[in-house]
């Protein structure tokens, strides 16, 4: 059984800094490319932010680019997600998601929400940003 437990989060305030832990179960996580997934208060999910099989290559939408920082580490099954610089706007609760498929994938891919299974994520971890 899939499982992804994120954890990190926190109440902090504007322009302050969190990382984000997601420890994955119940699949090869080397062999995965990993996202984080957002949802604030009312709204929709939105994609945040991935990395392929291949640490090197990572990937973020424009409201994160340049403040937040994705890793993993396949030795501890677990992804990271720092997160600088941090605004009002990014308070919500923050996923961790494996896509449907393995091996290397597109970013146009990852960034696409309907390639993963809500199902297999995790309970989420909040991040609240206010003064």
């Known amino acids: 059984e899939v499982q992804l437990v994120e954890s990190g989060g926190g ?12 420890t994955a179960s119940g699949f090869t996580f ?6 984080w997934v957002r949802q604030a208060p009312g709204k929709g999910l939105e994609w945040v932010s991935a ?3 291949w640490e090197s290559e990572t990937y973020y939408a424009d409201s994160v680019k340049g403040r937040f920082t ?4 396949n030795a501890k099954n677990t992804a ?5 610089s941090l605004k009002t ?5 923050y996923y961790c998601a494996k ?8 970013s146009a891919y990852l960034s696409t929400l ?18």
């Not at 994705?70 to 580490?73: A, E, H, K, L, Q």
């Not at 706007?89 to 609760?93: I, V």
């Open 11 to 22: 109440l902090v305030q504007p322009g302050g800094s969190l990382r984000l832990s997601c």
């Open 30 to 35: 080397s062999s995965y490319a990993i996202s």
């Open 51 to 53: 990395i392929n099989v």
């Open 70 to 73: 994705i890793s993993r580490d």
């Open 80 to 84: 990271y997600l720092q997160l600088n």
């Open 89 to 93: 706007e990014d308070t919500a609760m």
């Open 99 to 106: 896509p449907r498929d393995g091996g290397w994938v597109t």
């Open 114 to 131: 309907g390639n993963y299974d809500t199902n297999s994520w995790g309970q989420g971890t909040q991040v609240t940003v206010s003064s």
